[in-house]
């Protein structure tokens, strides 16, 4: 199947806010076809438009794994820095690549392990910042205003793993309810109908493999928080 996919979009992402970036032949730990597709995580992109549109000046993806959402933005948003923070080294080797492939190493700077003070640095030096945010339940450290005020200006897109930290996503509400407006974000289970542009040879696969496909293979019910400053 994964070849099918690639020929399918030309090694191209095929839809989406990253419609048209290439891609390598695999990803980090998370699923690669509907990353081809077009389709991964769909249900926060009117917010990654949203924050296109509004032109930040600093972006820190934090788990940015092979670069889907690093690369992404820095192709989208000429005039920004991206700083894509990745703990394992052979998923910043990869993001390198995909970087490379698109033709925007010199606008990512990728980093290791995402600290609370560098974040406090960076954002000490940026009026506004957008956060994209997964790392597997390490926003419960990473995202405390009482200890990071910058935070407060910031507009934050941030994946809950309440199934690693119990509470994790109320416990977020309540820290950035005083300076933020929030939404939450309920992924949508995927199925055969998402896999675009139906060929004769695709619809001869079945709905089961076409649902392998686009499935995302998340472990529970997924949801994120979308924080967006008042001021």
């Not at 048209?20 to 992109?45: C, D, N, Q, T």
């Not at 005039?79 to 925007?104: P, T």
């Not at 600290?115 to 926003?139: H, M």
Request: charged share 25%; with cysteine; net charge neutral.
């Amino acid at each position: 199947m994964h070849k099918l996919v690639w020929d399918h979009v030309g090694g191209k992402v095929a839809a989406g806010p990253f419609k048209g970036m290439k891609y390598i032949g695999e990803s980090f730990y998370s699923a690669y076809m509907p990353k081809l597709l077009g389709i991964y995580e769909r249900e926060v992109y009117p917010f990654i438009e949203s924050a296109i549109a509004k032109k930040f000046p600093v972006i820190l993806d934090i788990g940015a794994a092979e670069g889907y959402y690093a690369c992404g933005m820095a192709i989208r948003c000429a005039d920004s820095k991206i700083i894509a923070f990745e703990g394992e080294q052979e998923a910043r080797k990869l993001n390198a690549q995909m970087a490379k492939i698109n033709g925007v190493s010199d606008r990512i700077d990728i980093r290791g392990y995402c600290t609370r003070a560098e974040v406090k640095t960076i954002l000490a030096e940026t009026d506004r910042a957008l956060l994209i945010v997964d790392c597997e339940g390490y926003e419960h450290i990473l995202l405390d205003p009482l200890r990071s005020p910058d935070l407060a200006k910031a507009t934050i897109l941030v994946e809950c793993h309440d199934f690693l930290v119990a509470g994790l996503t109320e416990e977020l509400k309540e820290r950035f309810a005083p300076t933020h407006d929030i939404t939450q974000i309920m992924a949508i289970p995927r199925n055969a109908s998402e896999f675009p542009k139906t060929t004769l040879y695709t619809r001869a696969l079945g709905n089961a493999r076409i649902t392998h496909a686009v499935n995302e293979w998340r472990p529970v019910q997924m949801w994120w928080l979308w924080m967006t400053p008042r001021k």
